[in-house]
C-alpha cells in the first residue's frame, strides 16, 4: 500500500481490519520509492512514523512492513534506519552481458534448468543466463550491503525485474530463482515481468487467457524453487501496478486458490487518486482544490508522464480542457476519476493524467495537507472503499 504524502495509512489499515473480519490474511507493506520522496520532498521516517501511528490508533495486532521501493545500491543507504522490506530494482542490469566464466558455473550448477519445458539445449539456456546473470549479482550485492546494516533476519527481500521492455518466461524465471539462490538471498516476493500493459491506475491490457497460462506457470515455478533452492515457504509472486487491474484478478484468484498460493500486490498509486477523489467528492473548497491539480497537471503533462512514459497510454485528444472541469460539479469529476469502467463518463485518460501529478500537489505544501486533514471523512471514506471494495474482494473473496 502506497501513501504518497503519508496521510491514510490509517484508512489503508481499516481495509485490511476488513478482511481478517472476512477470513482474509493480508500483510500491510507500505512502500515509497525514492523518486517519490525526491518529488515529495519527504523521507522514510515520515513514512514510518504514519504508519506506527496507524497501527497504534487500530490495535493492529498482525505483522506490518515498510517498504523501500524500487532501491539501488546508490539510493538505499536513507531507507536502512527506517524500513524492514526491500525492493531491489536490477532492471536496469537485465541484457548486460554477463561474464562468459559465470554462466557456465551457472549452468554446471544446475543441471535441472530448462526441464519440465520441453526440449532446451545450452546455447539456449546460456543466452538466458547471459540475458539475466548481471542482475542477479548486482542484486546480491546489494541485499548484502543491507544484511550487513541491518542483519540478515530482520528485513524481507524483494527482487524486482518487471521494469523492462518483454516479459520473462516460465523457463527465464527459473533460471533467474537459480542464480538468485547461489546469490544466497532468503528471497520472498519476486516482481517479474508479466505479459500484457499494466498502465498506472487502469485496468490490464492484453491477452487475458494468455497472461493467466503464464500467472499459473510462475506459480508452478515458484512452488518447485521453493523445494529445490530452499527459498522461504511464503516465496511470492509480486505484482507491480497491480491495483485497478480488474479483469484479470478473476484469473489470480482461481490460481492461487489452485495452488495454495500467496500473493504480494503493489496498490501504491491507487491511494493517491482516492486523495483526490474525495476532495472532489467533498465539494466546496477540496473540489476547487482537484480542479487546480488537474488544471497543473494538464499544464505540465510532458514533464510529469516522461518518467513513466512506459507504464501510461493516455489519449490526449481525450483530456478536458482545465476550462471545462472547472465548470464541474462535485459528481462529474469524480465521475471521470474514479475507476468505474461501467460509468460512461468514466475518462481512464483522465485517470491516468492525475496518477502521475502527485508532484503538483506536492508543490502546493501545506496548502494540500491542509486540505487532507479538513476533508480527510471524505478522503478515508473513498481510499477504505476502493482498497476493500475493487481490490480485496474481487482477488480473495469472490466465488469461482
Given amino acids: 500500500m502506497g501513501d ?12 485490511c481490519l476488513q478482511a481478517a473480519e472476512a477470513g482474509v490474511d493480508i500483510v500491510p507493506v507500505w512502500n515509497k520509492s525514492n523518486r517519490e520522496h525526491v518529488t515529495i520532498g519527504s ?9 506506527e501511528a496507524a497501527v497504534r490508533a487500530l490495535h493492529w495486532k498482525g505483522p506490518y512492513f515498510l517498504d523501500a521501493d524500487h532501491i539501488r545500491l546508490e539510493t538505499v543507504d536513507r531507507f536502512l534506519p527506517h524500513c524492514n522490506f526491500y525492493t531491489i530494482d ?36 546460456e543466452q538466458i543466463a547471459h540475458k539475466y546473470l548481471l542482475a542477479v549479482l548486482e542484486a546480491g550485492q546489494i541485499y548484502r550491503h543491507i544484511a550487513q546494516a541491518k542483519g540478515p533476519d530482520y528485513f524481507v527481500t524483494e527482487v524486482s525485474m518487471d521494469e523492462t521492455d518483454t516479459p520473462q518466461t516460465p523457463m527465464e524465471l527459473q533460471v533467474i530463482l537459480a542464480a538468485l539462490s547461489d546469490e544466497g538471498i532468503p528471497l ?40 529445490r533452492y530452499g527459498f522461504p515457504p511464503d516465496l ?14 478473476a484469473p489470480m484468484r482461481r490460481a492461487l486458490r489452485r495452488n495454495g498460493a500467496g500473493l504480494h500486490l503493489k496498490t501504491a498509486g491507487t491511494t493517491w487518486l482516492e486523495e483526490i477523489i474525495g476532495l472532489a467528492a467533498a465539494g466546496g473548497g477540496g473540489l476547487a482544490l482537484a480542479k487546480e491539480i488537474y488544471a497543473g497537471a494538464l499544464a505540465h503533462i510532458d514533464e510529469l508522464c516522461a518518467p513513466y512514459a512506459a507504464v501510461l497510454d ?45 508532484k503538483i500537489a506536492a508543490q502546493m505544501g501545506k496548502r494540500y495537507l491542509k486540505a487532507l ?20 474482494q474481487p482477488l480473495f473473496l469472490a466465488e469461482d
Fill in 236 to 249: 511470492k509472486l509480486s505484482i507491480h501496478s497491480g491495483s485497478d487491474k480488474f479483469s484479470i484478478y
Fill in 90 to 125: 536490477v532492471a536496469d542490469w537485465i541484457g548486460r552481458p554477463a561474464p562468459p566464466e559465470a554462466v557456465r558455473r551457472l549452468l554446471d550448477r544446475h543441471p535441472e534448468l530448462g526441464q519440465g519445458n520441453g526440449p532446451v539445449d545450452r546455447a539456449a539456456l
Fill in 373 to 392: 486533514e479538513h476533508y480527510q471523512d471524505s478522503v478515508a471514506a473513498n481510499v477504505t472503499q476502493n482498497l476493500y471494495e475493487r481490490h480485496v
Fill in 188 to 227: 520472498q516476493t519476486i516482481a517479474p515481468k508479466f505479459t500484457g500493459r499494466f498502465n498506472k491506475g487502469v485496468d490490464y491490457a492484453g491477452d487475458i487467457a494468455r497472461f493467466e497460462k503464464e500467472f499459473n506457470q510462475d506459480l508452478a515455478v515458484i512452488a518447485s524453487a521453493i523445494r
Fill in 43 to 51: 523521507d522514510p521516517k515520515q513514512c514510518r512514523a504514519a504508519v
Fill in 314 to 358: 493516455i489519449d490526449r485528444s481525450r483530456l478536458p480542457a482545465a476550462a471545462t472541469v472547472a465548470g464541474w460539479d462535485s459528481g462529474q469529476f469524480v465521475a471521470a476519476v474514479r475507476h468505474d469502467p461501467a460509468n460512461p463518463a468514466y475518462n481512464p485518460s483522465a485517470r491516468q493524467l492525475l496518477h502521475v501529478a502527485y
Fill in 4 to 15: 504518497r504524502f503519508a496521510r491514510q495509512a490509517r484508512a489503508q489499515l481499516q481495509t
